[in-house]
């Protein structure tokens, strides 16, 4: 044991490093490992949080895009649609004004037509009326007599005959 | 002035029934600013770290990735032991390099070894006189490397040999602990004998590795700086001790770790 003694060892100084050490271990592994790993891995795992974070707002970011474009070519498609429909409806309508007018002229025209075809009747049996005076009259004047109500029927007709001919 | 290292440390004074060394009051002071750092870097702890935290961030995590590589999924475990005697140790190293200590100190009769020798006559004594009166004063220096004294690098070993057989039957239970070193089979009871033998001068080779590195050092600064010549010469000197002091440091802890590692190891 001369080596030991002469090297210095004693077991009290070895018992008061030991225990030095101990204490050093334990206050490191409290206050110094603890804390430092817990920060470490915290931001390990906040970074890796913040990666995947940043993944899914991308991928979100790009379905409202195609979302987005979905819509605007959905709402081209239906405003396409109300125009070629508003077309349609446009042309339906005013089809059928010019038709519904058609008709309104076609009936005003048959109307006049019935009329004047009335207005003529009536005017040829005016005629007809007038010239059998005037008929009567002229005879009357020429003969100097009256005539027999037989001739007088005949030359009516007759007259008739020849102006219907003129007319 | 003699260029001499005392082989063993130098007893200062006593707190009550605890003789302190100059090593042993190094050793104190290494403790506290090993503790003080640790408590300044981790009073604030935030996300973005700032000032001694990040410091102590880059030597945790530099340390731990090293130790990952080692000790794989016990790395909780082991990293604390493992930083405490890399820290300590290269502090310790660190702080026996600052000029100062080792230097300063005091002129003791080596016939006294009482605490009251600190008078202020033997330090106005010169040396020549006293060297005529045919009393070699023996130089106490007030502070010594740590490392320089054996009893610290003794203790270190042994709290680390104590550890590594505890995770050891932590990990295997206390059969499988036994396992590794009785065995039915003669040749591996052999072997096993052996490793008995073997886990003894874990110590003696632990600590005098790191006590002979550092002692060492020491001389060699002492001697350069007093036989050689003082200025810039011992400069390559304390690179180099520099350079020891962490290798040493992490020596002494890698093969701590790997101790650990082999010993809670399954047997096949």
Redesign the interface.
């Known amino acids: 044991m001369e080596i030991l003694h002469n090297f210095g060892i004693q077991p009290i100084y070895l018992l008061a490093q030991i225990v030095n050490f101990l204490i050093i271990l334990f206050l490191l592994k409290k206050f110094f490992y603890k804390p430092i790993t817990k920060a470490l891995e915290d931001r390990k795992k906040r970074i890796e949080e913040s990666l995947k974070n940043a993944d899914l707002i991308e991928k979100n970011l790009k379905m409202t895009e195609e979302k987005s474009i979905q819509i605007l070519e959905e709402a081209r498609e239906s405003a396409q649609e109300l125009i070629t429909q508003a077309n349609k409806e446009s042309e339906r309508i005013s089809q059928q004004a010019l038709d519904e007018a058609k008709k309104t002229i076609d009936e005003a025209k048959k109307e006049a037509i019935a009329q004047s075809q009335i207005q003529k009747r009536q005017m040829q049996k005016q005629l007809e009326k007038e010239t059998l005076v005037l008929v009567a009259e002229v005879v009357k004047k020429v003969l100097g007599r009256t005539l027999k109500t037989q001739e007088k029927q005949e030359l009516t007709s007759k007259a008739i005959t020849e102006i219907t001919k003129q007319m | 002035m003699e260029a001499h290292v005392a082989?063993?440390?130098e007893k200062l004074f006593s707190i009550g029934?605890?003789?302190v060394?100059n090593s042993?009051l190094t050793?104190?002071l290494v403790?506290i600013i090993?503790?003080t750092f640790?408590?300044t870097?981790?009073k604030k702890?935030t996300?973005i770290?700032q000032g001694f935290?990040n410091i102590?961030?880059f030597m945790?995590?530099s340390f731990?990735d090293l130790v990952i590589t080692i000790a794989g999924d016990k790395t909780k475990v082991f990293?604390?032991?493992i930083?405490?005697f890399f820290?300590?140790i290269l502090f310790g190293n660190y702080l026996g390099l600052i000029p100062g200590v080792g230097t300063i100190g005091f002129y003791q009769q080596p016939a006294t070894s009482n605490s009251s020798s600190l008078s202020s006559s033997s330090l106005s004594l010169g040396v020549e006189d006293l060297r005529a009166e045919g009393q070699l004063p023996v130089f106490v220096p007030f502070f010594r490397s740590i490392n320089s004294?054996?009893?610290?690098t003794?203790?270190?070993a042994?709290?680390s040999l104590v550890t590594t057989h505890y995770l050891s039957i932590k990990y295997l239970g206390l059969s499988g602990y036994i396992a590794k070193f009785l065995s039915l089979n003669p040749i591996f009871l052999f072997v096993g004998f052996l490793e008995i033998i073997g886990e003894i001068t874990k110590i003696l080779s632990l600590s005098f590795r790191l006590f002979g590195n550092i002692f060492a050092g020491e001389v060699l600064l002492a001697t350069a700086s007093t036989k050689l010549f003082a200025f810039i010469v011992p400069i390559p000197f304390y690179f180099l001790e520099i350079l020891i002091g962490f290798v040493q440091a992490l020596i002494f802890s890698m093969l701590t770790l790997v101790f650990m590692v082999i010993l809670t190891q399954k047997t096949h």
């Open positions: 082989l063993a440390a029934p605890l003789p060394t042993l050793t104190w403790t090993l503790i640790a408590l870097a981790t702890i996300a770290p935290q102590a961030e945790l995590e731990q990293l604390p032991i930083a405490s820290f300590f004294d054996l009893n610290t003794v203790a270190l042994i709290v």
